[in-house]
């Protein structure tokens, strides 16, 4: 399995961040100002001022002391209510689990992938729907019960409200992760067999380019119709050439190259015969190019190892002699390794994407990539459970679980889609146009290649179209994206989790919606009736 995330642009999301807030902000306060003035007049300019200013004087004077209260409330409630007896289910799942994980997972190379990928995806289909319950139902029943006017008849304010209970259904899905996370690691470690490496690779990553058969530079190589689209071939006995930069930022006595390669043969032969491959390390500054001594032999649907000293001995094709070169002050440029891979079976084709060949650095414990793991589920949670409580301070209890079910779906699915329609991604651009102009070309029956027509009627549909997908970028923006939070396959896969990859656009994620969601709340149970039944 090949994983290689992008690296997030810490500070383009938050400029991102920045416009959204503003966006949102800008709307909800013409939306007040316009209702305002329309049922008072002047006079509500001035109203809207007030709970401006109120608001700025409950959040300065925000107590920790009464937050606190509020949350171990909320956390007695959630264990009233009998939110632990989820590990009733977890404990049932795990007596009887190794009775129907068989399969692939008796041998040594699947075993870790299948036991961790069921632990993680346990834990978080167990956790998540019960926090999202109990967050969605508690200000509803407390309101319905009228239980919460003994609270707020106090000196305690809505905010306060919000992120007490925020904290204390925090503590409650914490308690659960920390439980079920520790059980679920002590028994991958009892189930997987000894002769399974537990551990956790750290992969470095470089560029990919390519040559043709005749040695010109070409954006991608041959298209065979592989079926992951990313992936391209090289042709064997020819100059068709694979290059690869990577960043060395460190300089140890050998270097571990790791790759997984795949064939595509057209002739078939001896089936068992795997395909030949040239490494090389370049030097692109000074055209020196140093083929490792040995070629390596391709084995298909498992991982290849090569070995690289930090001094390698070559022969010289002039001289005739043997020559010794270091590979960091001889074949290193500006911090980059040019890596060159060749197939020298003729009339084989070998098949590689970015991510299908890395440098490998020094492992980490199974432990490390397993609780990032859980970290990440434990984001997941804690995003779930403020979306729950601000959903809850507008609606009642089955639409706020409706509602943050569906912010759910979309943002774990959906999300690539509305990419593509906002052209962020020029290779997955939808051709045809927006919504009205996609109905123009199928009233019209126009190819969505086919220019419009110049003309007013052009105009507006580009017009309307640039107005949705304004929208539709502010609605991107507001539902979180939660494919990043999906740690559990670097895992599984035998990966460590990266940081800038995976774990701080997860950590960012969830706290940039920490403000926008408490406002919400605030306001929400500021207009809102909280005595009423």
């Given at each position: 399995m090949t994983i290689q995330p992008a690296d997030f642009d810490l500070a383009a999301g938050l400029l991102q961040w920045g416009k959204a807030m503003l966006s949102v902000i800008s709307i909800f306060l013409g939306v007040a100002l316009v209702a305002a003035v329309t049922a008072s007049g002047k006079k509500g300019l001035f109203t809207v001022l007030d709970g401006l200013i109120r608001t700025v004087r409950d959040f300065a004077s925000l107590s920790p002391r009464r937050v606190l209260a509020i949350s171990r409330l909320t956390f007695k409630e959630a264990v009233r209510r009998k939110a632990l007896l989820v590990f009733v289910v977890f404990a049932v799942l795990f007596m009887f689990a190794s009775w129907f994980l068989t399969g692939e997972s008796h041998r040594p190379?699947?075993?870790?992938?299948?036991?961790?990928?069921?632990?993680?995806?346990?834990?978080?289909?167990?956790?998540?729907?019960?926090?999202?319950?109990?967050?969605?139902?508690?200000?509803?029943?407390?309101?319905?019960?009228?239980?919460?006017?003994?609270?707020?008849?106090?000196?305690v304010r809505r905010n306060e409200v919000v992120l007490g209970r925020i904290l204390g259904f925090s503590a409650v899905g914490t308690l659960i992760l920390v439980v079920?996370?520790?059980?679920?690691?002590?028994?991958?470690?009892?189930?997987?067999?000894?002769?399974?490496?537990?551990?956790?690779?750290?992969?470095?990553?470089?560029?990919?380019?390519?040559?043709?058969?005749?040695?010109?530079?070409?954006?991608?190589?041959?298209?065979?119709?592989?079926?992951?689209?990313?992936?391209?071939?090289?042709?064997?006995?020819?100059?068709?050439?694979?290059?690869?930069?990577?960043?060395?930022?460190?300089?140890p006595d050998e270097l571990r190259l790791e790759s997984r390669f795949?064939?595509?043969?057209?002739?078939?032969?001896?089936?068992?015969?795997?395909?030949?491959?040239?490494?090389?390390?370049?030097?692109?500054?000074?055209?020196?190019?140093?083929?490792?001594?040995?070629?390596?032999?391709?084995?298909?649907?498992?991982?290849?190892?090569?070995?690289?000293?930090?001094?390698?001995?070559?022969?010289?094709?002039?001289?005739?002699?043997?020559?010794?070169?270091?590979?960091?002050?001889?074949?290193?440029?500006?911090?980059?390794?040019?890596?060159?891979?060749?197939?020298?079976?003729?009339?084989?084709?070998?098949?590689?994407?970015?991510?299908?060949?890395?440098?490998?650095?020094?492992?980490?414990?199974?432990?490390?990539?397993?609780?990032k793991a859980v970290a990440g589920i434990w984001l997941l949670i804690m995003l779930v459970v403020i979306l729950s409580v601000t959903a809850s301070c507008f609606v009642k209890g089955p639409v706020a679980s409706l509602l943050v079910f569906s912010l759910i779906i979309i943002g774990q699915f959906f999300h690539p889609f509305m990419a593509k329609i906002l052209n962020e991604n020029p290779e997955e651009k939808l051709k045809g146009g927006g919504t009205f102009e996609s109905i123009y070309r199928l009233v019209r029956h126009m190819n969505e290649t086919t220019a419009l027509p110049e003309g007013f009627l052009t105009n507006t549909i580009k017009a309307v179209d640039g107005a949705l997908v304004n929208c539709l970028w502010l609605v991107q923006h507001i539902i979180p994206d939660l494919s990043t939070f999906k740690m559990a396959p670097y895992v599984a896969s035998g990966f460590d989790i990266p940081w800038n990859g995976s774990m701080l656009p997860a950590i960012?994620?969830?706290?940039?919606?920490?403000?926008?969601?408490?406002?919400i709340g605030y306001f929400s149970l500021s207009l809102r009736e909280l005595e009423a039944k």
């Open positions: 190379g699947a075993q870790m992938k299948v036991y961790v990928t069921f632990v993680l995806t346990a834990v978080s289909w167990l956790v998540l729907p019960v926090m999202l319950l109990l967050s969605c139902w508690g200000l509803p029943e407390d309101i319905r019960l009228r239980s919460l006017h003994t609270v707020v008849t106090k000196p079920m996370s520790v059980t679920g690691f002590v028994w991958v470690q009892r189930q997987v067999s000894d002769e399974t490496d537990l551990t956790c690779r750290v992969p470095v990553y470089g560029e990919l380019s390519f040559l043709d058969r005749l040695g010109v530079p070409t954006e991608k190589g041959v298209n065979v119709g592989d079926i992951i689209e990313t992936r391209s071939f090289i042709e064997g006995g020819t100059n068709a050439t694979a290059i690869w930069k990577f960043p060395i930022a460190s300089q795949e064939a595509f043969r057209t002739w078939k032969g001896d089936m068992e015969q795997t395909l030949r491959v040239q490494f090389s390390l370049v030097n692109e500054a000074t055209g020196l190019k140093v083929p490792l001594p040995n070629t390596v032999n391709i084995a298909e649907f498992s991982t290849n190892e090569v070995i690289v000293n930090k001094t390698l001995t070559y022969k010289d094709n002039i001289t005739g002699k043997d020559v010794t070169v270091d590979v960091y002050q001889d074949l290193t440029t500006d911090g980059t390794l040019q890596i060159h891979v060749q197939c020298l079976d003729r009339n084989q084709y070998l098949g590689m994407s970015q991510g299908d060949f890395f440098i490998r650095l020094a492992d980490r414990s199974f432990a490390t990539g397993y609780f960012v994620i969830t706290l940039g919606y920490v403000i926008p969601c408490l406002l």
